[in-house]
């Protein structure tokens, strides 16, 4: 197996590498500063769009986009994409400056795959500019959305409408006032077979009947601008063209989308542990406690060294999944996905915690990024599916595999 860097995606990476040295990380206090300050809840940074058309007019723009879209950006691969991601990765909030931020990502996925000339031109279009953002609504605080087929959202046609009622949570992006459309889940035919049940329709932000019940905190964060809510859907009327590929393949259209986010998410991990261990070395050599040096410490040099082997390990596993899903697709590179969805979010969670416990007090305050890091990896181990689902379908199908001989 050659993971080797292209030389297109050394370029390019090379590029994002010193754009974020330039532009993003002298800014990451600013940008903090301004989304938690109250008076500024729910109000994108100033910064960012100015930064947004800074990188897009470098061609460091969709980077995400696989090459069967090359018209709408680079044109890289998965194994291509790994490594500039894991670059934006190292700044929580730095891949929305290269239009390559979750949950947009894999909206802009769908619209494109999915979506009919009229979505492409409504949606797609201002969604690869960079003009809009929006959310994607699948997770139920009723039910447990772990497994999707339990999502109770009604989609029932009326004419040439369909008219939704529900409730979703953990919708993210809700609350930024750039959102202009939500990509939904729920039941068309709650009778038929489990998994044809689903169907994704189109929901156009200020749809009347559309209500934000509440900010939902990620470990008592409100991630503003965007955000993450509860939302109530009341006889929602959208039209029958609004509907994502027909009736009873959500769930299809739900799995296609989901294998590269959990890919992306991944590659935006080992980034942001990288990071953690950079900051945890430069600490470590300048603190002197009981005579020497932190980082004369056995303890100390052993967490450093093991966490170095382990985002090695984690970053060679999400380059062999990235290749799978280059080469076989999602469907057959979903054990991959499975394996690196169980191992990176928490080998990031504890990168990151070595390096809390390395500064003392501080690594708890806003004075690192290392509490956003821990938050990050600690929270996507239930996003996209959680640990337990993973590992549970991971082992049916090792059994299986196993067995076929």
């Not at 994607?136 to 029932?156: F, G, H, K, R, W």
């Not at 965007?226 to 590929?245: A, D, F, K, S, Y």
């Not at 900051?279 to 450093?304: P, T, Y």
Request: hydrophobic share 35%; glycine share 6%; aromatic share 6%.
């Amino acid at each position: 197996m050659d993971f080797s860097i292209s030389e297109k995606s050394r370029q390019l990476r090379d590029q994002v590498r010193a754009f974020m040295k330039e532009h993003i990380y002298p800014i990451e206090d600013e940008i903090f500063n301004f989304t938690h300050d109250p008076k500024n809840l729910w109000v994108p940074p100033p910064q960012i769009e100015v930064l947004k058309q800074k990188a897009k007019a470098m061609g460091l723009w969709n980077l995400f986009l696989p090459h069967e879209y090359h018209e709408y950006s680079p044109g890289l691969t998965n194994l291509e994409y790994a490594p500039l991601s894991e670059e934006m990765g190292r700044v929580h909030w730095a891949s929305e400056i290269f239009n390559c931020s979750a949950p947009d990502t894999g909206n802009m996925e769908v619209l494109a795959r999915y979506g009919t000339p009229e979505h492409k031109k409504r949606w797609l279009e201002p969604l690869l500019n960079g003009e809009i953002r929006s959310s994607y609504l699948m997770t139920e605080p009723q039910v447990a959305s772990s497994d999707a087929t339990n999502v109770e959202t009604s989609i029932v046609r009326d004419g040439n409408e369909y008219v939704i009622n529900g409730r979703k949570w953990w919708s993210s992006c809700v609350f930024d006032p750039r959102n202009k459309i939500y990509i939904l889940m729920g039941k068309t035919d709650p009778n038929a077979s489990r998994h044809v049940q689903q169907s994704m329709v189109l929901v156009p932000a200020g749809t009347p009947g559309f209500e934000i019940v509440r900010p939902l905190r990620v470990m008592n964060d409100l991630h503003s601008p965007h955000g993450h809510g509860e939302v109530r859907l009341t006889n929602v009327r959208v039209p029958v063209e609004n509907l994502l590929l027909g009736e009873g393949r959500g769930f299809e259209i739900a799995q296609g989308r989901l294998g590269p986010g959990r890919i992306h998410h991944c590659m935006r991990l080992i980034g942001a542990a990288q990071r953690a261990l950079d900051i945890m070395c430069h600490r470590v050599e300048s603190r002197v406690a009981f005579g020497k040096k932190l980082s004369d410490q056995s303890s100390i040099r052993q967490d450093i060294a093991k966490s170095r082997c382990e985002i090695q390990q984690a970053r060679l596993l999400t380059l062999w999944a990235a290749d799978r899903l280059d080469k076989e697709g999602n469907k057959s590179a979903k054990d991959a996905i499975a394996m690196i969805k169980v191992t990176v979010p928490l080998m990031c969670q504890t990168v990151a915690d070595r390096a809390m416990q390395s500064h003392g007090g501080m690594g708890v305050c806003q004075d690192t990024p290392l509490p956003e890091i821990f938050s990050y990896a600690r929270s996507i181990r239930l996003a996209d599916g959680p640990d337990e689902v993973h590992m549970s379908q991971l082992g049916k199908l090792t059994i299986q595999q196993t067995l076929a001989g």
